[in-house]
C-alpha cells in the first residue's frame, strides 16, 4: 500500500520558502527603517532622500519602494517601529508578576536599552511635528498609554504598601518617565559607570531617597 502523504506531517517546501522569505523581508525591511531613522535624525527630513537611503544601505531606490510606497511613510514606519518597542517594554512589565519596583525597573531598563542605541539616539531627535501628524499622534498615545501603565504599577504600589501613599502616581511617573529618559542624553559606554551601575543608582534614589539610613 502506497504511504498515506495527507497523514505525513512534514512541512511543504514552498511553505518553508515562504516563511523564510517573509522573515528576510522583515529582516531587510528592519534595516532600512533603522537607516533611514538614522539619516532622518542627522540630516532632517528634507534634507534627506530616498536615494540617499538607497546609496547607505547599498540598494537601488526602486528596492526601498518596494516596502516603503514613500518618503513619509518611511518616515512614518520608523516612528512606528520605536513606538511599538515602547509599548511592548510597557506592557511586558504591566503583566509581569512581581513587586512594583521589579515591574517599573523592567520597562525602564528596557527603554534604557533601545534609546542608547543607534536607531534609539536617532528616534529621540525626529522632527515629528513638522514631518507628520499621524506620526506625532502616535507618539502622544504611546507617551499617554505608557504613562497610564506606569501609574497602575505605582498605585499597585500604594496599596500594597510598597510606595508612601502621600506620592502622587501621576507626579511619580512624569518624573520617572523623564529622568530616565535623559539619562540616554549623556550616557556614554565607555564612561565611569556601566549602564547596570547607572540604572541601579537611579532607581535606589526614587525608592530609597539619599537620606543616609
Same mark, same amino acid.
Given at each position: 500500500? %502506497? %504511504?498515506?502523504?495527507?497523514?505525513?506531517?512534514?512541512?511543504?517546501?514552498?511553505?518553508?520558502?515562504?516563511?523564510?522569505?517573509?522573515? +528576510?523581508?522583515?529582516?531587510?525591511?528592519?534595516?532600512?527603517?533603522?537607516?533611514?531613522?538614522?539619516?532622518?535624525?542627522?540630516?532632517? !527630513?528634507?534634507?534627506?532622500?530616498?536615494?540617499?537611503?538607497?546609496?547607505?544601505?547599498?540598494? $537601488?531606490? %526602486?528596492?526601498?519602494?518596494? !516596502? @516603503?510606497?514613500?518618503?513619509?511613510? +518611511?518616515?512614518?514606519?520608523?516612528?512606528? &517601529?520605536?513606538?511599538?518597542?515602547?509599548?511592548?517594554?510597557? &506592557?511586558?512589565?504591566?503583566? @509581569?508578576?512581581?513587586?512594583?519596583?521589579?515591574?517599573?525597573?523592567?520597562?525602564?531598563?528596557?527603554?534604557?536599552? @533601545?534609546?542608547?542605541?543607534?536607531?534609539?539616539?536617532?528616534?529621540?531627535?525626529?522632527?515629528?511635528?513638522?514631518?507628520?501628524?499621524?506620526?506625532?499622534?502616535?507618539?502622544?498615545?504611546?507617551?499617554?498609554?505608557?504613562? +497610564?501603565?506606569?501609574?497602575?504599577?505605582?498605585?499597585?504600589?500604594?496599596?500594597?504598601?510598597?510606595?508612601?501613599?502621600?506620592?502622587? %502616581?501621576?507626579?511619580?511617573? $512624569?518624573?520617572? $518617565?523623564?529622568?530616565?529618559? @535623559?539619562?540616554? &542624553?549623556? !550616557?556614554?559606554?565607555?564612561?565611569?559607570?556601566?549602564?547596570?551601575?547607572?540604572?541601579?543608582?537611579?532607581?535606589?534614589?526614587?525608592? &530609597?531617597?539619599?537620606?543616609?539610613?
Amino acid at each position: 500500500m %502506497p %504511504p498515506d502523504l495527507i497523514s505525513q506531517s512534514a512541512e511543504s517546501p514552498w511553505q518553508a520558502e515562504r516563511r523564510q522569505r517573509a522573515a +528576510l523581508d522583515a529582516e531587510k525591511r528592519l534595516a532600512i527603517i533603522k537607516t533611514a531613522t538614522i539619516s532622518f535624525a542627522v540630516r532632517g !527630513y528634507h534634507e534627506t532622500s530616498m536615494d540617499d537611503i538607497a546609496a547607505k544601505l547599498g540598494i $537601488f531606490k %526602486p528596492t526601498l519602494y518596494k !516596502y @516603503f510606497k514613500s518618503k513619509k511613510k +518611511l518616515f512614518e514606519d520608523c516612528v512606528d &517601529q520605536a513606538v511599538t518597542i515602547w509599548l511592548e517594554a510597557a &506592557q511586558r512589565a504591566h503583566e @509581569f508578576q512581581g513587586s512594583s519596583a521589579e515591574r517599573l525597573l523592567i520597562y525602564l531598563r528596557r527603554n534604557f536599552e @533601545f534609546c542608547v542605541t543607534d536607531f534609539g539616539k536617532a528616534v529621540q531627535k525626529l522632527d515629528v511635528k513638522e514631518i507628520s501628524s499621524g506620526a506625532e499622534r502616535q507618539l502622544r498615545e504611546m507617551r499617554t498609554r505608557i504613562d +497610564l501603565i506606569f501609574r497602575e504599577i505605582i498605585q499597585d504600589g500604594i496599596d500594597g504598601d510598597e510606595i508612601d501613599p502621600d506620592f502622587n %502616581p501621576k507626579l511619580v511617573s $512624569f518624573a520617572l $518617565f523623564g529622568s530616565f529618559n @535623559f539619562v540616554a &542624553q549623556w !550616557y556614554k559606554p565607555d564612561g565611569e559607570l556601566s549602564a547596570d551601575e547607572i540604572l541601579d543608582q537611579y532607581f535606589r534614589m526614587f525608592f &530609597q531617597g539619599l537620606n543616609k539610613t
